[in-house]
């Protein structure tokens, strides 16, 4: 589905990730771990495209396509979805009306029908219930006013309405109670397919707890420095990050 | 290239290829030497055959006008106009007083064609437009072509005619009512709008009518170096109601055009106003050359009690506007409203606001103000509420949101409020915002190219306003808001 190699990219001049290798076959959810700086997000915005980011090298193939060819909104067709670390705000744009127009611009990309208001209607519903997220919230501007927790579970809405293949989670677990936390796993583990994959980006051992993942990676310095199973997550959060790099 | 900077280096190409009502229409014209002097005042009033009393009129307004000065106050720039080196007469030379549509000069009908503005009442009514119900007045350069619908509107004591027709058949309105409630000597621009003016629209709505079809006056600047100056005057006896959309649009020329309005409007007891404005002129080209001059006064006056006007408008088009469209509110109980959303993009630049002049008690007013700046525009909102001691418990809600794209565009809010009452409450919010890359890359990440991103971000930023609008034209506003932003994005 995913792999990446030998990449390196930077921001500003600055190189912030250096020989990144990373495999991710359908079906596997992989963690990311890492200090502060290491270019988590960074990872995840060269995935998605941002164009502040600059791939200065290696290759990306996404269900064997050349990704980096890919403009942003024909990687969200194809099924890159990126949670982001801080959603935006849209003043006016109603949430609902959002969904609609992202949901039907990936539609068409993909050449498919629009969705009609019914059926659409239906399944935001549906979905939104599954994350306690009301009606009244979907009327509201788009994040505007959100709370931390809501803003993140708006992603999660997005994400369970588009259906991606790819879903890479950027410390989505950032700023929740626990309540919230075992909402939003709950989302994401009503994804979790044979077909579908996931790369969660975290800094604490937390949300492993509910969303258990196959293979967990340690970033540091823009490179993959040791690569388990969710054990190394607990040992991560037992000696620290210290620790394990100088081991490493 | 990040998509900001993509979209600035873009904006640069916004011109005539972004610009759908540039050509122009080659006919044969009947037009006063350049210049104006007491002469081509005489001319004007003769060629429409005027009476003497509105000649003597022109004439004092004239005389006015030459002791006054330029303003100079707004926050625009341009060189000098020339007033000697405009032409302030210009009327197509075929049939000018037209029996029917047929008569009408094919190459005009063609134009108006062109423009998607439906003259034929039988078009209309086959629904080829699919607005049903909507009489037009149609002004080519200084004169009215055609008005449709006037026997229907007839019928219900509706006038809706060319205003100089106006001055031969209802001298009687003319005279009370013009120039009371923007005086000659208001400001520069309309004194000599009230010594040259050639045409415009003229509606009388009379006690207790409803006007069954929405009024429509369509300009078009097409002569080079022509002044337009039109004068438009909206009646509203007790308890009536109209809804009144201008249009406007001018080809392309390397030259700056003149337009110079006026409009009046009078609001009686109970009476509703409402006046909605598509602003398209040219806006000049991605060097800043050429583009429409729009120095517009537009007044209301709610003379009587519980009167309610409210103005709507969207421009999107000129190289200059200014332009203030006010409310006295002078009868108790009366309510003014604006609604406006100015976009600015390539060189443009837009001094426009509002004043809301509470006389009576009880007035309220609403000013909801969206400019949205692109490019290397100017955009400022300025606006005046403002109170009398007498006027108790009066309410304004002002709010003035910008939205800028890219970084070599400028917004400003110049807010003034002077009450000179303790009942008063004004409430004042007001916002800047930024499409920046990180919204526009959000909106990727979903799914939307760039173009349906601003699209997007753009309309919910101006909702408020284009709910406004008539039906028929709120999505004929919504397509022009995103063709006018085109150029500022991928
Ligand atoms: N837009 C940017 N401009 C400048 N520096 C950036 C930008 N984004 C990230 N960086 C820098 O790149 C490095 C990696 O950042 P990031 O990928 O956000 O780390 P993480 O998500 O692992 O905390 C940091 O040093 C950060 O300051
Ligand atoms: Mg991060």
Redesign the pocket.
């Known amino acids: 589905m995913l792999e990446i190699k030998n990449l390196q990219a930077s ?2 001049d ?1 190189m ?1 990730l250096n020989g990144l290798n990373l495999t991710i076959n359908p079906g596997e959810v992989h963690a990311i771990m ?12 060269v995935l998605a495209g941002q164009d ?2 600059q791939v200065k090298g290696g290759q990306i193939s996404f269900h064997s396509e050349d990704l980096l060819e890919l403009s942003i909104e024909e990687r969200a067709a194809k099924g890159m979805f990126l949670s982001f ?1 801080y959603p935006i705000e849209i003043p006016g744009v109603a949430t609902m009306t959002f969904l609609k127009e992202s949901m039907n611009a990936q539609r068409k990309i993909r050449g498919e029908d629009e969705l009609s208001t019914p059926n659409f209607m239906k399944l935001v519903k549906e979905k939104a219930q599954f994350l306690n997220i009301t009606p009244e919230m979907l009327r509201r501007p788009l994040n505007v006013g959100f709370s931390g927790g809501e803003k993140k579970r708006n992603e999660i809405l997005q994400m369970l309405l588009l259906e991606p293949s790819l879903c890479v989670l ?2 989505t677990d950032s700023g929740l109670d626990i309540d919230a936390l075992r909402v939003v796993a709950d989302g994401v583990n009503s994804l979790r397919s044979p077909k579908r994959s996931m790369l969660i ?1 975290t800094h604490y051992q937390r949300l492993l707890d509910y969303i258990e993942p196959d293979f967990v990676h340690i ?1 540091v310095d ?1 490179k993959i420095i040791k690569s388990g199973d969710k054990t190394l997550a607990l040992e991560l959060e037992r000696d620290g990050y210290k620790n394990i790099i100088a081991a490493a | 290239m990040a998509a900001v900077k993509e979209t600035v280096s873009q904006v640069a190409e916004i011109d005539v290829d972004n610009y759908k009502y540039g050509f122009t229409t080659d006919i044969e014209m009947d037009k006063a030497p350049k210049g104006l002097t007491e002469d081509i005042v005489r001319f004007i009033s003769a060629k429409k055959k005027e009476p003497e009393w509105m000649l003597e009129w022109r004439l004092s307004a004239y005389r006015k006008w030459k002791k006054m000065e330029e303003p100079t106050w707004a926050m625009v720039q341009y060189p000098k106009i020339d007033f000697e080196d405009l032409y302030y007469y210009a009327a197509p030379k075929k049939k000018v007083e037209l029996d029917s549509l047929d008569d009408l000069d094919p190459d005009i009908l063609e134009t108006y064609k062109k423009l998607g503005i439906p003259l034929k009442e039988q078009e209309i009514l086959a629904g080829v437009k699919g607005a049903s119900n909507i009489a037009v007045d149609a002004i080519f350069d200084s004169v009215s072509v055609v008005t449709t619908f006037k026997e229907k509107l007839a019928e219900a004591g509706v006038i809706f005619c060319p205003i100089s027709e106006a001055i031969q058949e209802h001298p009687e309105l003319v005279k009370k009512y013009l120039a009371s409630v923007v005086p000659v000597g208001d400001n520069f621009y309309s004194a000599l709008n009230s010594a040259v003016f050639t045409d415009g629209s003229f509606v009388y709505i009379p006690k207790g009518v409803k006007c069954p079809m929405e009024l429509s006056t369509y300009f078009r600047i097409n002569e080079p170096n022509t002044g337009q100056f039109e004068r438009t005057l909206i009646i509203a006896e007790e308890g009536a109601h109209v809804s009144y959309l201008e249009g406007c649009t001018a080809p392309m020329r390397d030259e700056n055009q003149l337009h110079a309005a006026v409009v009046e409007i009078i609001i009686l007891d109970d009476a509703e106003v409402k006046y909605s404005t598509v602003q398209n002129w040219y806006p000049g080209n991605s060097e800043g050359i050429g583009g429409v001059y729009n120095f517009v006064t537009k007044r209301a006056d709610c003379r009587g009690k519980n009167a309610k006007v409210s103005w709507t408008q969207v421009e999107t088009g000129s190289a200059i506007t200014w332009k203030y469209p006010s409310c006295i509110l002078r009868g108790d109980g009366s309510q003014g409203e604006f609604y406006s959303i100015a976009i600015s993009n390539g060189y443009q630049q837009i001094d426009s606001g509002t004043k809301m002049i509470h006389l009576g008690k009880n007035t309220k007013s609403r000013i909801i103000s969206k400019g949205i700046s692109a490019g290397k525009s100017s955009n400022t909102y300025r606006g005046i509420v403002s109170t009398q001691r007498s006027a108790t418990n009066v309410r304004n809600f002002t709010q003035c949101d910008s939205l800028l794209i890219g970084d070599k565009c400028s917004a400003h809010t110049i807010p003034y409020m002077e009450a000179r009452n303790s009942s008063s409450v004004f409430e004042h919010e007001a916002t800047t915002s930024k499409i920046n890359d990180d919204v526009m890359f959000y909106c990727q990440q979903r799914g939307l190219d760039e173009e349906q991103a601003v699209a997007l971000i753009v309309n919910g930023f101006c909702k408020e306003v284009l709910q406004n609008l008539p039906m028929e034209f709120a999505v004929e506003a919504q397509k022009l808001v995103a063709i006018s932003l085109e150029g500022s994005v991928g």
């Open positions: 921001v500003e600055k912030i890492g200090p502060n700086g290491a270019g988590k997000s960074t990872l995840a915005n502040a980011y670390q950027d410390e980006i970033l823009g």
